[in-house]
């Protein structure tokens, strides 16, 4: 769940419906996390950086990522046209929307397939790579020749850490992207929780992507969402004491849902 874009009075808590939204939040995540990493100039900001490429990495030896994100850019574009070819909405307002995604989809087709060329026979990210799975295991001791780069000038670890995220710029971007488009999609609509629990069926001729509730910081109290692309159930929980088993809320909670679907 992440807040993006949001009133700074406000947290957005997100939840989505299908795998393949899953991964592209956590692809977000990670990215979102190496630019955190890459624009300071600590050891530890390059940590960060670097950690948030390996399982970059590791997400994409999982799955055929790239193949979910053409999929994703092709469908996308087919339903703008289709929103484009509608009298009420302006053509012109859309073209360049559809200009990106289209280039985009295009650039991704023609890209070399598999691990990106910067990092796939780099054994110093190897290294690492084996190290970080081990609690603790990429202290200085253990990997002295990190240790070593760590300490160099940071403009020397910004340029090596933007040479390696350029072999996963296309899947940045065209992740980006989708989500903007998603995000942007949903009508807000206010609700309330009664009790502290919402259910809701979802309309089942729309196939729903993501789900967002937005609550005021002041509320006190967060949502656990879970659902399906044809139900919602939402339950408000605080924590009275950190470290204490989260308790439903009691009282009724006003929220903002989104349902969010290109």
């Known amino acids: 769940m992440q807040n993006h874009h949001q009133q700074p009075d406000l947290i957005v808590y997100e939840y989505p419906l299908n795998e393949r ?17 890459a624009a300071g100039e600590s050891a530890w900001h390059t940590r960060s950086a670097v950690a948030a490429l390996l399982d970059v990495m590791a997400l994409l030896t999982r799955s055929d990522i790239r193949s979910e994100l053409q999929k994703e850019l092709d469908r996308v574009g087919s339903n703008l046209k289709n929103l484009q070819a509608q009298p009420q909405v302006d053509g012109d307002v859309l073209q360049p929307i559809l200009d990106e995604g289209k280039q985009l989809a295009q650039q991704l087709r023609e890209a070399p397939t598999g691990m990106p060329s910067v990092v796939a026979s780099n054994e110093f990210l190897s290294t690492i790579e084996q190290r970080a799975g081990i609690l603790g295991g990429t202290c200085a001791f253990d990997l002295a020749g990190f240790h070593l780069w760590l300490e160099s000038p940071a403009a020397t670890r910004q340029a090596q850490l933007a040479t390696w995220h350029s072999g996963f710029a296309l899947i940045d971007q065209g992740t980006a992207y989708i989500l903007r488009l998603l995000r942007g999609s949903a009508d807000p ?11 809701a069926m979802l309309d089942r001729s729309t196939r729903y992507q993501l789900l967002r509730v937005l609550l005021p910081k002041a509320q006190g109290c967060y949502p656990e969402i879970s659902g399906s692309k044809h139900f919602c ?29 290109i």
């Not at 939204?21 to 979102?32: G, I, S, Y």
């Not at 609509?189 to 259910?199: M, Y």
């Not at 339950?235 to 929220?255: A, I, K, M, N």
Request: proline content about 4%; aromatic content about 14%.
């Open 21 to 37: 939204m899953r991964t592209f939040l956590r692809l977000e995540f990670l990215f979102d996390q190496y630019r955190f990493g």
């Open 233 to 261: 159930n939402i339950r408000f929980l605080e924590q009275p004491e950190q470290g204490e088993r989260p308790q439903q809320v009691s009282e009724d909670v006003s929220f903002t849902l989104e349902q969010c679907v």
């Open 189 to 199: 609509v206010e609700k309330v929780a009664h009790g502290g629990s919402f259910q």
